[in-house]
């Protein structure tokens, strides 16, 4: 039983060393995530101590992997490139902007009477939802402050350009109580996950 314990020990140190640093993180990198020191990560990536249950879960959503192949049930998957997620996330936004650049010269081949240039404003706003939806999936509290902020502001500039009718202030009113939401929404969140 002594033996089994130390391999699962040696697997799972092997694993977690394996994912952080192909996501590019330092032992205190990981730890600060995790709120340890990065001793612990150290003993723990050297096989002589065990995170707990609840700390492998965060280890395994910080790295986009599963327990499993933590700890060695099934073989992990590793991404070759750390950035793959930021890469495809900039590949839908620059596709949303094509879109919106083909519709913007449509509109105007055809003469149609609207102020094409907002197609350009329409890809910002749908580009700040992507970046909105990828750093809930996968990426840490201030990915999603930058980009749910990103939305609000976009979001309201839009509304603003779109409808002139609408008074100004009134919209960004608006916009500072939304960011407000999401500030402490945020960081309501952190501290359950921390508690």
Known sequence: MELEEADLR?????????????????QAALGQKL???????????????LPDLYVLTQIASLYGATVGELIG????ELHRNPNMR???FLLSAAFT????TVLLFAFEIAQV????????VYAAAISALEASVFSVLWWDIRWQLASFS???????????????GLVAARVFLICAALEAFVVFF???????RSS
């Open 35 to 49: 709120r340890y020191s990065d001793k612990a990560v150290s003993k723990w990536e050297r096989g002589e101590g």
């Open 97 to 100: 902007f094509v879109i919106g």
């Open 10 to 26: 040696a697997v799972v140190g092997k694993n977690i060393a394996r994912y952080r640093k192909a996501h590019g993180d330092t």
């Open 113 to 120: 009477r609207f102020n094409t240039w907002l197609f350009l």
């Open 73 to 76: 049930e099934t073989k992990p």
């Open 186 to 192: 945020l960081l309501y969140r952190r501290s359950r």
């Open 86 to 88: 930021l890469y495809i």
């Open 150 to 164: 990103a939305l609000v502001w976009i979001g309201g500039l839009t509304v603003f350009l779109t409808a002139p």
